[in-house]
């Protein structure tokens, strides 16, 4: 009884660890209980088939060169039976076994190693509730002294039936463990694989959208070689326009996209005939009404890109004039999308301050003078949205910041 409990005990305090590094203790306190030379623990596996594992396999007179057979459940060995049956065997000796028997010692071991069985006793692992869970397979009972091994006896199955389903109950606890590690690694794995493939996409969407930028630069600069106004232009009135979006408080995605977009506001001056965008002298009623048409050429040409909606807005309102009396529609006041107010007033303040073949460039201060006073052209009351007039007088200096940092060299 004392044999029984200090294996009972043994058996509990092992903690969660690799379940051949259990197995093997196990199998070497069962050998020394029943005084066997070797044996095998086999663990009940089920996948689209069902066969028996060794996870530990133990011999005292032999080094172990493989790490044995799987076996089938539904083959002849001794071990499938006592999965099957759920029946203890005790065999004197496997190579004198009866034929009638419903299982069949299997040579091939012995043959390959050089090792000699005889005397066996296996016996099913279970669980509390009697479900087999594996086979331990004894064999050579050897007493100290004695040459040969001798048979197991049944007496020593007390000890057996005793401790069996303490055993059973710690398998299927570290297996148990086992497994929810195993699949935790398997999730683990799956997450690198994931954040890897994330990383991928969002380096890929980053190449689009630096590709989509440098596209639609391009494209500004290519409306630029129609027109009189070249260099810094338009990176200018993009930071202008970025200024006057952050000041006026609208979300980040508002300010990022204004900042690219207003670049395009004039890219309709590709369609309008060059000798009239070239012209040096002021320009008849005719070719003035066709000039004015850059503004709705420029919106067919960016309002086939969802991306630039924003830029199809300010490139056909950028001309519009708070009091209705600007082109191509006349819109007056909020019917002018807050986009193309922004960009007025940025491309405005940029032609002041820039040398024309007709004209002076002005210095900040008169620039400002002339958008906040007005002069024979500029009506700031008119022309402009007057809360945007006030953030530029209150922001005026980063304007010329802009300007001075991004000046035609
Ligand atoms: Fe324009």
């Known amino acids: 009884m004392n044999k029984i409990l200090e294996?009972?005990?043994?058996?509990?305090?092992?903690?969660?660890?690799?379940?051949?590094?259990?197995?093997?203790?196990?199998l070497i306190k069962l050998r020394k209980a029943t005084e066997s030379e070797a044996g095998t623990i086999y663990i009940l596996r089920k996948k689209r088939k069902t066969w028996l594992e060794p996870v530990s396999i133990q011999n005292d007179k032999m080094p172990l060169s493989h790490?044995?057979?799987?076996?089938?459940?539904?083959?002849?060995?001794?071990?499938?039976?006592?999965?099957?049956?759920?029946?203890?065997?005790?065999?004197?000796?496997v190579y004198t076994l009866q034929n009638d028997l419903p299982y069949r010692f299997n040579p091939s071991y012995d043959q390959e190693s050089g090792y000699k069985s005889k005397s066996v006793m296996a016996f099913p692992l279970s669980?509390?509730?009697?479900k087999t869970i594996g086979v331990v397979q004894l064999i050579n009972r050897r007493l100290k002294g004695v040459k040969s091994p001798i048979p197991f006896e049944s007496g020593q199955l007390k000890f057996i039936s005793a401790v069996?389903?303490?055993i059973g109950r710690a398998i299927e606890r570290i297996?148990?463990?086992?497994?929810?590690?195993?699949?935790?690694?398997?999730l683990?794995?799956?997450?690198?694989?994931?954040?890897?493939?994330?990383?991928?996409?969002?380096?890929?969407?980053?190449?689009?959208?630096?590709?989509?930028?440098?596209?639609?630069?391009?494209?500004?600069?290519?409306a630029e070689l129609h027109d009189e106004v070249t260099g810094n232009h338009i990176v200018r009135v993009n930071e202008y326009s970025y200024v006057l979006a952050q000041e006026y408080g609208m979300p980040k995605e508002f300010c990022d996209e204004i900042r690219y977009c207003a670049q395009l506001h004039d890219v309709g001056k590709m369609s309008?005939?060059?000798?009239?965008?070239?012209?040096?002298?002021?320009?008849?009623?005719?070719?003035?009404?066709?000039?004015?048409?850059?503004?709705?050429?420029?919106?067919?040409?960016?309002?086939?890109?969802?991306?630039?909606?924003?830029?199809?807005?300010?490139a056909y309102c950028h001309h519009e004039k708070w009091d209705g009396t600007g082109y191509p529609r006349h819109l007056k006041g909020n019917e002018i999308p807050l986009s193309a107010r922004i960009v007025?007033?940025?491309?405005?303040?940029?032609?002041?301050?820039?040398?024309?073949?007709?004209?002076?460039?002005?210095?900040?201060?008169?620039?400002?003078?002339?958008?906040?006073?007005?002069?024979?052209?500029?009506?700031?009351?008119?022309?402009?949205?007057?809360?945007?007039?006030?953030?530029?007088?209150?922001?005026?200096?980063?304007?010329?910041?802009?300007?001075?940092?991004?000046?035609?060299?």
């Open 164 to 166: 069996n389903h303490i």
């Open 67 to 93: 790490s044995g057979f799987n076996i089938d459940i539904n083959g002849p060995a001794i071990a499938s039976y006592v999965a099957v049956s759920g029946k203890y065997v005790l065999i004197d000796d």
């Open 344 to 409: 007025q007033l940025a491309d405005i303040y940029d032609a002041l301050r820039s040398e024309r073949p007709y004209k002076k460039g002005y210095t900040h201060t008169e620039a400002m003078d002339i958008l906040l006073k007005g002069d024979d052209r500029i009506d700031p009351k008119g022309h402009f949205d007057s809360d945007l007039l006030k953030i530029l007088e209150r922001c005026h200096e980063k304007f010329n910041y802009i300007w001075i940092a991004l000046t035609d060299k």
């Open 272 to 314: 309008v005939n060059s000798a009239i965008l070239k012209k040096q002298q002021q320009l008849n009623p005719e070719e003035r009404a066709e000039m004015n048409l850059h503004t709705y050429y420029g919106y067919k040409i960016l309002i086939q890109s969802d991306r630039l909606k924003m830029a199809a807005d300010i």
């Open 175 to 186: 297996d148990a463990h086992e497994k929810m590690a195993l699949k935790k690694k398997e």
């Open 7 to 26: 294996f009972i005990e043994y058996v509990e305090q092992i903690k969660e660890e690799s379940l051949s590094l259990f197995l093997d203790k196990i």
């Open 127 to 130: 669980t509390f509730e009697g």
């Open 188 to 222: 683990e794995k799956k997450n690198r694989l994931l954040e890897k493939q994330r990383k991928i996409i969002t380096e890929q969407q980053q190449e689009t959208e630096q590709a989509f930028k440098i596209s639609i630069e391009l494209l500004a600069k290519a």
